[in-house]
């Protein structure tokens, strides 16, 4: 295996999977990784997770080691789409426990497409869902996702949000990611993670 990040807990624990060399791919560091799964320990167990921005699925897969009954891995390049099947099939996690979508997650969350229509009718299967943002850093992709999410009526079907950021970014996620409210915030050198939770 070339570059790998290991899983830190649950069935696939000490698990490695492959990352690759692509532009933006940004595997979440263990310790940012440990920390929100500590944050979210009572919430994953039966959930639906939504691993927007996939990469190689770091996010999700963790997300199904720790017990999450489905996970949804959405990503748009060819190349790191390919590890992602790559790492799940690696791993043997059964095919009826996540789903692959291969496009923009920008647009699938975008409400009014169609595939937002059906990840909204998804989530409504579940009894509780959480939803994982991490893009890429460095792709100006924050101000349209934070349009994009800003009344978006799958905030209110979310038990949980977690988003990653550049420790300099500055948005107001408070207003946008509403009726969602902010409940864990870390900073690191050169990240922050806020995790918002419904009432």
């Given amino acids: 295996m070339r570059d790998a990040v290991q899983i830190i807990g649950g069935e696939y624990r000490s698990r490695k999977i492959e990352v690759i060399n692509a532009d933006g791919l940004r595997p979440t560091a263990s310790r940012v990784r440990e920390t929100l799964f500590n944050w979210l320990q009572t919430t ?3 959930a639906l997770v939504i691993d927007a921005f996939a990469g190689t ?10 017990g999450a009954k489905r996970a949804i891995f959405i990503e748009k390049d060819a190349k790191v789409f390919r590890t992602l ?33 059906e990840l909204l009718e998804l989530a409504t299967q579940y009894p509780r869902q959480h ?14 996702l934070l349009e ?51 009432n």
């Fill in 44 to 46: 994953i167990p039966g």
């Fill in 57 to 66: 699925g770091a996010l999700g897969i963790e997300a199904l080691s720790r």
């Fill in 85 to 117: 099947e790559k790492n799940l099939r690696t791993l043997k996690v059964p095919e009826e426990r996540y789903r692959l979508i291969k496009g923009s997650a920008l647009e699938v969350l975008t409400a009014g497409s169609s595939r937002h229509q």
């Fill in 131 to 144: 939803l994982f943002l991490d893009p890429p850093f460095f792709h100006a992709l924050y101000e349209p």
């Fill in 148 to 198: 994009a999410l800003t009344g978006n009526p799958l905030l209110s079907t979310l038990n949980s949000l977690s988003i990653e950021m550049p420790v300099k970014a500055s948005f107001n996620l408070e207003t946008t990611l509403a009726p969602l409210q902010l409940s864990r915030e870390m900073k690191t050198k050169e990240s922050k993670v806020f995790l918002f939770r419904a």
